[in-house]
T-cell receptor
Framework: DAKTTQPNSMESNEEEPVHLPCNHSTISGTDYIHWYRQLPSQGPEYVIHGLTSNVNNRMASLAIAEDRKSSTLILHRATLRDAAVYYCILRNSGGSNYKLTFGKGTLLTVNP | GAGVSQSPSNKVTEKGKDVELRCDPISGHTALYWYRQSLGQGLEFLIYFQGNSAPDKSGLPSDRFSAERTGGSVSTLTIQRTQQEDSAVYLC???????????????FGPGTRLLVL
């Protein structure tokens, strides 16, 4: 599976926007970019996914670079509840694509 | 609506004992997955169910681990003769199970924290 690279940690202030980067330089044309997050002592939670175009939902926005070698998860106004580990993963249409594999992710700290 | 639920939330057991972990998926979800997450480690796939069948058991670490699913709903993960290295958070997830939907979202339960002394 193509690999992703994320910073180990980031810090933000409450009610400010947060941009969480992810590099995936070996992404293939059929890989979708997915983001999950895991709040403390909880199971992972789906956030958003996309292929080529930028995506918006009620939780966040996903900005995908034109060459698709990187992407950014955008939280428009961080809240204390957004403090979590954020995982960027690639999911392909073939093979055992149901097996989610998370790396270390980015630990987001939100300061009040 | 109700999400994925797991029980117990925490389990402490002695080495050598058997444990059963339960997962109730979202109603109507035909696909169910078990994962394991050890402290400081990533997510480790264990087994995948489609209905009551398990087409992929490749992630089960040893023959001490088994899982079943009945009625296309509840699943039980059983660990026999537990070892200290089995200590981890065991996560269950479910999804609609539509074949070929590679971007199908998996919804996770809160996990069962297993500690083997």
């Amino acid at each position: 599976d193509a690999k992703t690279t994320q910073p180990n940690s980031m810090e933000s202030n409450e009610e400010e926007p947060v941009h969480l980067p992810c590099n995936h330089s070996t992404i293939s044309g059929t890989d979708y970019i997915h983001w999950y997050r895991q709040l403390p002592s909880q199971g992972p939670e789906y956030v958003i996914h996309g292929l080529t175009s930028n995506v918006n939902n009620r939780m966040a926005s996903l900005a995908i670079a034109e060459d698709r070698k990187s992407s950014t998860l955008i939280l428009h106004r961080a809240t204390l509840r957004d403090a979590a580990v954020y995982y960027c993963i690639l999911r392909n249409s073939g093979g055992s694509n149901y097996k989610l594999t998370f790396g270390k992710g980015t630990l987001l700290t939100v300061n009040p | 609506g109700a999400g994925v639920s797991q029980s117990p939330s925490n389990k402490v057991t002695e080495k050598g004992k058997d444990v059963e972990l339960r997962c109730d998926p979202i109603s109507g979800h035909t696909a169910l997955y078990w994962y394991r997450q050890s402290l400081g480690q990533g997510l480790e796939f264990l087994i995948y169910f489609q209905g009551n069948s398990a087409p992929d058991k490749s992630g089960l670490p040893s023959d001490r681990f088994s899982a079943e699913r009945t009625g296309g709903s509840v699943s039980t993960l059983t660990i026999q003769r537990t070892q200290q290295e089995d200590s981890a958070v065991y996560l269950c997830a479910s999804s609609l199970g539509t074949s070929g939907r590679y971007q199908e979202t998996q919804y996770f339960g809160p996990g069962t924290r297993l500690l083997v002394l």
